[in-house]
């Protein structure tokens, strides 16, 4: 439950499985007849340590994803002969978050409910998690939530979503500053022990290792969708807090074949400058018309650098201490080696984003947003010759 509720464990660290369930072909190949629902299921019941009971679970994701708009849940287009769109927009906030936020404010709601407990959740959001939030928290007895966003730096269609929603349980709160200052602000509440004890703060932000969980499950539902296990696909991410990847990444751990994990930054480039040097090397951040990725300290990064310490804690520990300190991280060349091998990184400054935009919808009729250009553009450049098909993902709606 502490997972689930705390997202950071009390000392600092990111909470992670202790050993991965393992799915074998056969298991793989027999979710090709599942529906989104019960895939999500499948998938997710290993990570529950049977704290949940099967058949709440069970309702509770039917309940979630039964809401979505379409009825394949996460779509796949073909785009071009070797790139596929996950459609990943057909939430009630028309971004990826939706797929693991619907679910974790049910989830929230059920475990609270039973502990007779409330929670007052606070996040701080440039757009789509604030958004996200609020629609998976509205109205739901055991929660308050709290969301900070910078006045007048969030998209009108945003600022809506947040602001028009009359649920007495929610709460908007529009800081004259910007992102950071409202990070900050969400720092000293939880900084502050005898608040942070007496509101019962939790927080629903990317670290979340169940937003992580549900997020793994639509790797699967492409991958068997385009003949997986018998098939093998690539995966292209956009990437700012690195929770989506990590995703991919972690449904690879369970399995699944996956051939090339790629991601793509925006102009907020350190997680591809780690991949071509080594260093993890904090700058200041970028504004962009990608703005969900206009981060420069990817928080779930450290769940990736655990597996590239050879799970090593407190090897780990050190590094990020010193991250903290002197904003930069060194992992030497082999360490490097194995990264690259792993993950293929690239990056697209704003005007190589919209000719992206441009180019797919010229190519392909498709109307893409920034976010999803950087994924599928990433895709195209990184893709082995002859290689696997990608599964690039539209992470949010064009509108
Ligand atoms: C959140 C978000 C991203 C970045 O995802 P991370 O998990 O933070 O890497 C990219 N695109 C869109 C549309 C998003 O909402």
């Known amino acids: 439950y502490d997972v689930l509720l705390a997202g950071l464990a009390v000392d600092g660290g990111l909470y992670l499985p202790e050993n991965w369930p393992v799915f074998k072909r056969e298991d793989i190949r027999a979710m090709q007849q599942m529906s989104y629902a019960e895939l999500a299921i499948r998938v997710m019941t290993p990570f529950l340590g049977g704290r949940i009971h099967e058949s709440d679970f069970a309702k509770i994701v039917n309940d979630t994803y039964h809401s979505f708009a379409h009825s394949a849940v996460a779509p796949l287009k073909q785009l071009e002969c070797d790139i596929w769109l996950m459609e990943l927009f057909h939430g009630p906030t028309l971004a990826f978050k939706d797929y693991p936020m619907q679910l974790i404010g049910?989830?929230?709601?059920?475990?609270?409910?039973?502990?007779?407990?409330?929670?007052?959740?606070?996040?701080?959001?440039?757009?789509?998690?604030?958004?996200?939030?609020?629609?998976?928290?509205?109205?739901?007895?055991?929660?308050?939530?709290?969301?900070?966003?910078?006045?007048?730096?969030?998209?009108?269609?945003?600022?809506?979503q947040m602001t028009t929603v009359s649920s007495p349980n929610v709460h908007c709160v529009a800081v004259e500053g910007t992102f950071d200052n409202c990070q900050d602000l969400l720092k000293a509440m939880f900084a502050d022990t005898s608040f942070r004890n007496t509101m019962n703060l939790s927080a629903v932000n990317s670290i979340n290792w169940a937003r992580i969980a549900a997020q793994i499950v639509y790797y699967f539902h492409a991958a068997v969708t385009l003949g997986g296990p018998d098939r093998q696909v690539s995966f292209a991410v956009?990437?700012?807090?690195?929770?989506?990847?990590?995703?991919?990444?972690?449904?690879?751990?369970?399995?699944?074949?996956?051939?090339?994990?790629?991601?793509?930054?925006?102009?907020?480039?350190?997680?591809?400058?780690?991949?071509e040097t080594g260093k993890l090397n904090i700058g200041t951040v970028d504004q962009t018309i990608s703005p969900s990725m206009d981060i420069q300290v990817s928080s779930n990064f450290e769940r990736f650098l655990f597996d590239l310490y050879g799970r090593d804690g407190i090897a780990l520990n050190n590094a990020m201490l010193e991250f903290r300190q002197a904003g930069i991280l060194c992992v030497g060349d082999k360490l490097q080696a194995v990264a690259r091998d792993t993950i293929a990184a690239t990056r697209l400054n704003d005007a190589q984003t919209m000719q992206e935009m441009a180019r797919v919808l010229d190519?392909?009729?498709?109307?893409?947003?920034?976010?999803?250009?950087?994924?599928?553009?990433?895709?195209?450049l990184l893709k082995r010759p002859g290689g696997a098909p990608v599964v690039a993902q539209a992470a949010a709606h064009p509108a």
Not at 133 to 160: G, N, T, W
């Open 106 to 160: 049910r989830l929230f709601d059920h475990v609270l409910t039973r502990r007779g407990e409330r929670v007052t959740i606070v996040g701080a959001t440039s757009g789509d998690t604030g958004s996200a939030a609020i629609e998976a928290c509205r109205d739901r007895e055991a929660i308050d939530v709290f969301i900070l966003y910078p006045h007048e730096r969030v998209s009108e269609v945003q600022r809506r």
């Open 238 to 275: 956009p990437t700012g807090n690195f929770g989506n990847a990590f995703a991919a990444y972690a449904a690879k751990y369970c399995g699944l074949p996956v051939e090339q994990l790629i991601i793509g930054t925006n102009s907020n480039d350190i997680l591809t400058k780690f991949f």
């Open 363 to 380: 190519a392909t009729g498709e109307l893409t947003d920034p976010h999803t250009a950087i994924g599928i553009a990433a895709g195209r």
